[in-house]
């Protein structure tokens, strides 16, 4: 995915920043963030900065699948030829995932007993592949509408209404999610049940750790799950639980799905900023509406909880975009520079910060356990140098792609 976007014309170089400049935040952000709580990943429900790095990921990578396949079929590229390049790269993506990411300095010997299926890479990788066909096979070729004449007939919703299969595809996922996460019975907890269990809930469930979505993950993978989650030492909870399950998936489909439609629009509107801002401030005010009420602006006590509303993520998500496009593009204040760099090496970084994270020089024994300034320091010096490494990398023009 990334080899496709750099080698493609300069309308990209809003989506190529957004990606590489996400991409180092995420590494900060897995290095510690400096130990604040607005960098840290909210326990259970919640919403903090860390919590929309990985939804905002996700939605480049929606985004970048339109305009990179699109591309493709524009000089010729088949669909079977897309479909192998795709493949690879998703096979490619689980096997990192699986084989790389699961060690750990300070797990020891590596054992089956607690080696983790679900992950990062894997749940980007499946997220790909089911984007990308969707854009294969129910993708028509879009065309910027200021060059289509009045008779083929196209509106100013044709970025919507040209793919109906593909939203029709999303909403019966999103219909499977549903009436799984709400429907499906849970062992001695409440159906529907999407707490944290543990001490949550005044205890009165404390098995019940993540509800259907929980279940269904335990059910495929046994404790082969993420052995440090999150809600783990808030929550005291017990029963395994992965933040990369399968449920949750569904919804990373559905967040890059959107990504895909700002995509579209970026296409269709070709030439007219006003349109596309435009847009992407309408899609962040129906998204954002959407979680206020279905949240009832509140963290817990909504119809669904903050933590798996990807409306919310959404919004956030089209009005970032907005910016970026705005800065980068229509005003041309910055060129991403030096955060386009670790992006061109994206595999690289993500797998070498994630296995060296814990070796001098990223990262050391601190003396100043009670103070943030220290941590912050360690945090910033780590991903700096992958921003350092990746720029000698791009000076000797090696490129490790997939």
Request: proline letters at 5%; aromatic letters at 16%; glycine letters at 10%.
């Amino acid at each position: 995915m990334n080899a496709v976007l750099c080698h493609n014309p300069p309308r990209f170089l809003m989506l190529i920043c957004c990606y590489r400049f996400s991409l180092t935040i995420m590494v900060f952000v897995n290095y510690g963030g400096g130990g604040y709580w607005f960098f840290q990943h909210a326990p259970w429900n919640g919403l903090t900065v860390g919590d929309l790095v990985m939804p905002w990921f996700v939605f480049i990578i929606g985004t970048s699948v339109v305009l990179a396949i699109s591309s493709m079929q524009r000089r010729g590229v088949g669909r079977w030829q897309l479909i192998r390049k795709v493949t690879w790269r998703t096979v490619v993506l689980l096997l990192l995932g699986f084989c790389f990411l699961n060690y750990s300095p300070r797990d020891g010997p590596l054992s089956w007993s607690w080696l983790r299926v679900p992950g990062v890479l894997q749940r980007l990788g499946f997220t790909y592949l089911v984007l990308s066909l969707l854009q294969i096979f129910w993708g028509l070729i879009p065309v910027p509408l200021r060059t289509v004449s009045l008779s083929d007939k196209l509106t100013p919703v044709s970025d919507l209404t040209l793919y109906w299969p593909q939203w029709l595809i999303i909403v019966l996922l999103e219909t499977v999610w549903l009436c799984l996460t709400f429907l499906l019975p849970v062992p001695n907890c409440p159906t529907g049940y999407l707490g944290a269990g543990g001490i949550g809930d005044n205890g009165l469930h404390p098995n019940c750790t993540g509800g259907a979505a929980g279940l269904i993950d335990r059910w495929m993978f046994g404790d082969n799950m993420y052995r440090y989650p999150t809600c783990k030492e808030m929550y005291q909870t017990t029963q395994p639980f992965d933040p990369e399950g399968v449920l949750g998936t569904i919804n990373s489909v559905l967040m890059g799905f959107l990504g895909m439609q700002a995509g579209k629009i970026i296409i269709f509107y070709k030439g007219s900023n006003v349109a596309i801002l435009g847009r992407f401030l309408a899609w962040a005010v129906l998204l954002g509406s959407s979680a206020a009420i279905l949240t009832k602006c509140t963290r817990d006590a909504g119809f669904i909880p903050v933590a798996v509303l990807v409306t919310c993520m959404g919004c956030f998500s089209f009005l970032l975009l907005g910016a970026m496009y705005f800065v980068i593009d229509v005003k041309g204040w910055w060129r991403g520079r030096p955060f386009i760099f670790p992006g061109m090496n994206s595999i690289l970084v993500y797998v070498g910060h994630s296995l060296l994270g814990f070796y001098f020089p990223f990262s050391w024994d601190m003396r100043l356990l009670d103070s943030h300034w220290e941590l912050l320091f360690m945090n910033l010096w780590g991903t700096a140098l992958w921003v350092l490494v990746s720029y000698g990398l791009y000076r000797k023009q090696f490129f490790l792609k997939i």
